[in-house]
């Protein structure tokens, strides 16, 4: 029998609930099959809630595709009843004025491109309002319901796919990229073809003044993400497509709004064009432009906003690991912090028009991102969209704190291994976040790549460190690890785990470590630079060339503001030796490394550089797992399982010495023929 086949017996029993049990173990199909909610939009007269739930496909049952995203709804009692379900990807939920109607995009019935519906909330089917000859990226409607303003790029050439078949498929990178445009509709007119906005840029966003027929747009001078990352800016537009207002701004930005009266617009922008993330509090006046940030110095970071009057601007704060809401009076400047810290992980919010019902999206360690139905200083739960999770075991899940070598104060979150005794070391998994602007929240973090539960009742302690360049902490501590390229970020990590063996919690010996995209650089820094520390490593979508990498992002622009700052030809000595092929001939970590093939952020020839160098040295286990049609991160559930299955196989295989006779490595295969089979039967 194989090796797979031994453990995966093994990995159904510890998932398998015993006789008599009241709780099981979470399995890692447990984990791939978690429904979570996307949005909640609270209707205009604040009478309902709609919101979206994200639903994965089955397992070995269902072909290969994206999430199905269903629309619910909840009345004045919180009640919930399906909306649109079953084969179906909702979008951009949207309320009439009068809360009559729920407006969404979709891709329905014969649809060659997502379309816009709408659907009356008494009951009756949804009808088509505008289609396009490409995908409707996003709308916005004006305040009287009479004009329509759309997102998309322009009808895709008719040719195309001619020429494709008879071998023109030249692409020219990047010039070729399209522009999205904004495209307006008279809804009250017969003819509602749509009409092309004259305006010279990639529109990112657009939304409706309040009373008047005026548009909030974000828009950068291409198409290229980099743009939309660095170069993007909050203008004003009359439907003409006039430029009214320009708002001054530098660096990332985020989410914009209206006030309610319409004279001034709240968003979240960054300190500088060196700020990791957009995540502070401003508001410009609408006719000037003119800006004031609202949270100076504001130790964490904001991540939604909501106008709850014309001069109350409340906002979701996460600080540290935790989240707070809060309300500022734009006019006073005073501060009213009403959801403290430690009710939830407030990951979204929406109000009715007068501020009073807010529809908040929240996770907790014990569920995912559920509908709350929030006040200014207290939230309740309303929803539950998982309701076999009462029949899981829950593991321990507390912020841990500790201090790096440099006497810097550290945080992360620590998952304690089922049965957890003060007398006994465990094997910990550390599962470093990318970005590094990101941050982990004590909330739910259950997710393919990081099976923290099921990983729990396997054995094993988990680690989900806020390294330096984390956010949640204020601008200063995120670009602690600029100019620092696997510096002291990195030996973050080392100071983490050495923390937790002087707590008695870990085996020293048996630490293994992964993370994606910035997290995979960590794991394979760990598995070269700093060997000696772990004892098994799995690299996802990661860096392992610094002046490749440059070459063959997307992001470039990005990579030089807020993580580098210092173009290779600056440092090219300095870029090589913070790449992990660098040290290629010191590992001594055995390392799987896994990749979407699709990836324009991080380039799979990263990963295979990576392979070669350690295959070529030959000292150390190392495997190469692609993922076909997938990107930065798995978005399919038969990859995501797939993933899961082979990082939990590598960990046990050298941490915990379940390793066959004659076998340096796991057998490569996953006998998924054998599940699908079972299945049927």
């Known amino acids: 029998m194989k090796f797979f086949h031994l453990f995966f017996v093994a990995m159904l029993a510890v998932s398998l609930p015993a006789v008599g049990a009241k709780k099981r173990a979470m399995s890692l199909e447990d984990t791939v099959r978690v429904h979570q909610v996307g949005g909640a939009h609270a209707s205009p007269n604040g009478q309902y809630i709609a919101y979206t739930k994200s639903i994965p496909r089955t397992l070995y049952k269902d072909d290969d595709g994206s999430h199905y995203v269903e629309l619910h709804l909840l009345d004045a009692n919180n009640k919930s009843r399906p909306f649109i379900t079953g084969d179906v990807r909702v979008g951009n939920v949207q309320w009439s004025a009068d809360s009559k109607h729920i407006y969404y995009t979709a891709k329905r019935n014969k649809d060659k491109f997502s379309a816009i519906y709408r659907i009356p909330v008494d009951g009756g089917e949804s009808q088509k309002v505008v289609d396009h000859k490409n995908n409707i990226s996003s709308f916005t409607i004006n305040h009287d319901g009479s004009v329509l303003v759309f997102r998309a790029k322009e009808a895709k050439d008719k040719d195309a796919k001619k020429l494709k078949k008879k071998g023109f498929k030249a692409e020219v990178y990047e010039e070729s990229a399209k522009f999205t445009h904004a495209y307006k509709v008279q809804l009250k007119k017969d003819d509602k073809k749509p009409e092309k906005m004259a305006i010279k840029a990639n529109i990112l966003s657009a939304v409706f003044h309040p009373s008047k027929n005026n548009l909030l747009m974000r828009v950068a001078p291409t198409p290229l993400i980099d743009d939309n990352y660095m170069s993007s800016q909050y203008q004003v537009f009359n439907l003409k497509g006039k430029k009214l207002v320009a708002i001054p701004s530098e660096g990332k930005l985020g989410a914009a709004s209206w006030s309610t009266d319409g004279k001034h617009i709240g968003y979240i922008g960054a300190e500088d064009k060196h700020d990791p993330s957009s995540g502070r509090l401003f508001v410009a006046n609408a006719s000037s432009g003119k800006t004031k940030e609202l949270l ?147 909330g739910w973090n259950e997710r393919y790549s990081q099976p923290t539960k099921h990983m729990a009742a396997n054995g094993y302690a988990i680690l989900l460190p806020n390294y330096r360049g984390s956010t949640g902490r204020g601008v200063k501590f995120s670009k602690l690890g600029q100019a620092d390229y696997a510096g002291g970020e990195f030996n973050d990590l080392v100071d983490a785990k050495e923390h937790l063996v002087k707590m008695g919690l870990v085996d020293n010996k048996r630490v293994g470590i992964t993370g994606g995209s910035y997290g995979g650089y960590a794991s394979a820094w760990a598995a070269t630079a700093l060997t000696e520390h772990f004892a098994a490593s799995v690299m996802f979508v990661g860096i392992s060339d610094q002046l490749s990498k440059f070459g063959t992002t997307d992001i470039p622009k990005e990579m030089y503001n807020v993580h580098a700052r210092n173009y290779p030809w600056d440092k090219w000595q300095w870029m090589l030796e913070r790449s992990p092929i660098y040290h290629a001939d010191k590992a001594k970590t055995p390392i799987l490394i896994m990749h979407g093939k699709n990836d324009t952020r991080v380039h799979p020839s990263q990963s295979m550089e990576m392979y070669r160098y350690l295959k070529t040295h030959g000292k150390v286990p190392v495997r190469l797992v692609f993922y076909p049609g997938e990107g930065h991160g798995n978005r399919k559930a038969g990859a995501q399982l797939d993933y899961s299955m082979r990082l939990l196989r590598w960990m046990e295989f050298y941490l915990k010495g379940k390793k066959k006779k004659g076998m340096a490595m796991p057998d490569y295969e996953i006998d998924h023929a054998k599940r699908l089979n079972e299945k049927k039967s």
């Open 296 to 442: 100076k110095d504001y130790m964490g970071h904001v991540r939604g906003i909501q106008w709850l009057s014309a001069n109350e601007l409340a906002y979701i704060g996460h600080v540290g690991t935790e989240s707070e809401m809060g309300v500022v009076n734009i006019k006073s400047g005073d501060v009213t912090v009403g959801i403290e810290a430690g009710k939830g992980i407030l990951h979204s919010f929406d109000a009715d028009t007068k501020g009073q019902r807010i529809a908040a999206v929240v996770s907790r360690p014990n569920h995912p991102r559920e509908v709350y139905v929030a006040s200014r200083k207290d939230m309740k739960r309303v929803t539950e969209t998982n309701t076999w999770l009462k029949d899981i075991k829950m593991p321990k899940q507390e912020t841990v704190k500790f201090k790096s070598r440099d006497g810097l104060e550290l945080e992360g979150v620590l998952v304690y291994p089922y049965g957890y005794k003060k007398s006994k070391r465990y094997p910990l998994v550390m599962m470093v976040h990318g970005g590094p602007e990101a941050h982990i929240s004590n």
